[in-house]
């Protein structure tokens, strides 16, 4: 195993008990348990509309406030400090989180896929991608967010607008907007293969258009998130 590699296994291994330790499993247990119940007592005709609303607008985002959680607590706690000193890269750091919370935000939503919409028969392959793209999205564009903030009330704000943006694609799934600029949203090619996941009627050049687009958002927020860990991680920690 490279050192690399080793590294980054590490820094999985102990996301996950940070996780623990910051409640944000069981936050995600809770959230979890309570959507299962309020969408099993729905009619199946608003269950089908509901699921795939709840699976992005919910289960998938979460992970924007998750990251935004753990680089305060980790702040606070002086853990980033240790980081900046640590043979851990950026790519290192941002590699573990994304693949931590997002196995945290697949998980979630798989678990309410197959206790509410097992009889829907959604896509299986189709939802784990939208959520697993969602997420990586959401995780970059949360540690962009929260990586110049050192305090909760100074992040809360500015960080419903970056949030309103990421679920605005449910507007198109509820058919309140439409049109080609919403594949400029970073977030929309994720709902284009939630709806593949629960519509019958996906077209290859929308799916082909929605992975075209997710991967260019992809790439341009992994730049900005490591600029951000330059920027204001490295420099706060090592002040620490």
Known sequence: MSPARARVLAAVRLDLRLQVRY?????????????????RALPDPARQVAVPLVIFGDLAIIG???????VLFERGEGTLSALAISPLSPGEYLAA??????SLALASSLV??????????????????SVAVLSI???????????????VSRYMIPSVA??????????ARLDLIGGPLLFLLPSHGAMVFLSAAFDADAQPGVLALGAASSAI???????????????WVVPVAGAG
């Open 23 to 39: 409640g944000i499993a069981q936050a995600a247990s809770v959230v979890t348990l309570l959507w299962i119940v309020v969408l």
């Open 137 to 151: 999205i959401s995780l970059l564009v949360g540690f962009v967010t929260v990586a110049p903030f050192d305090a």
């Open 217 to 231: 958002w992809v790439a341009i927020l992994w730049r900005a998130a490591g600029w951000a860990h330059r920027r």
């Open 162 to 171: 970056p949030l309103l943006l990421l679920g605005a694609p449910l507007l």
């Open 97 to 102: 989180r994304l693949f931590s919370l997002t």
């Open 112 to 129: 309410v896929l197959a206790a509410t919409a097992w009889d829907l028969r959604p896509g299986l392959a189709a939802t784990g991608a």
């Open 64 to 70: 924007f406030f998750f990251i935004g959680g753990m």
